[in-house]
């Protein structure tokens, strides 16, 4: 059975420092891995997607890398803003069932 | 606009009571999901729908059901058969099964 998990479950920095945040799988046979963003009280904002066959994708300040052997994926966000402060989380989807198997979350603040 | 519509944001039901959460999205996407979130546990899949009139349980199905009658909406009914209703339940939706998924903004259920 699919496990996914993000250490750590907080994390808080101050504005302007380069971040990253983790999340490790247990069963390397992945589909797709997904980054989302979630402000309290919200649904989530599709952030990245990276493809099993992909090593990295970026999008503006944010760049998400899959290692699939290791069963790792990290999310970096360069020159972290107030506007960043969210719960990010990570999803693998296994295929064959279409169904993501989400981590509980890593709540970043970012402090001014 | 293209998205996911959930309505209402809040929902509250005495005990006993049936309840149905709506979600619609004219994105023209084939696959619909209904997820819930439990503060500290992290998105759990309750249903799925790949294609219209068809659907698979997912996680916790047990006193949820759903319906595909039309490709843009997925209802979901909370049954008195559910022992902890309270929760936030999120719609989502993908072009087909393992392509991104992308959220609506979630319907926050209370029950006493």
């Known amino acids: 059975k699919q496990e996914v998990t993000q250490i750590p479950a907080a994390l808080s920095v101050p504005e302007g420092e380069n971040l990253v945040l983790n999340c490790s799988f247990t069963d390397s046979a992945i589909y797709n891995l997904q980054w989302f963003r979630q402000d309290p009280g919200k649904g989530l904002t599709s952030l990245l997607l990276?493809?099993?066959?992909?090593r990295e994708q970026t999008s503006g300040r944010l760049n998400a890398s899959l290692d699939k052997s290791s069963g790792r994926s990290t999310l970096y966000i360069a020159a972290s803003q107030p506007g960043d402060s969210a719960t990010y989380l990570c999803?693998?989807?296994?295929?064959?069932?279409?169904?993501?198997?989400f981590g509980k979350g890593t709540k970043l603040t970012v402090n001014p | 606009d293209g998205g996911i519509t959930q309505s209402p944001k809040y929902l509250f039901r005495k005990e006993g009571q049936n309840v149905t959460l709506s979600c619609e999205q004219n994105?023209?996407?084939?696959?619909m999901y209904w997820y819930r979130q439990d503060p500290g546990q992290g998105l759990r899949l309750i249903y799925y729908?790949?294609?219209?009139?068809?659907?698979q349980k997912g996680d916790i199905a047990e006193g949820y059901s759903v319906s595909r009658e039309k490709k843009e909406s997925f209802p979901l009914t909370v049954t008195s058969a559910q022992k902890n209703p309270t929760a936030f339940y999120l719609c989502?939706?993908?072009?087909?099964?393992?392509?991104?998924?992308?959220f609506g903004p979630g319907t926050r259920l209370t029950v006493t």
């Open positions: 729908s790949q294609i219209v009139n068809d659907f």
């Open positions: 989502a939706s993908s072009r087909r099964g393992g392509d991104e998924q992308y």
């Open positions: 994105l023209n996407h084939d696959a």
């Open positions: 999803a693998v989807d296994g295929g064959g069932s279409e169904k993501l198997v």
């Open positions: 990276i493809q099993s066959s992909q």
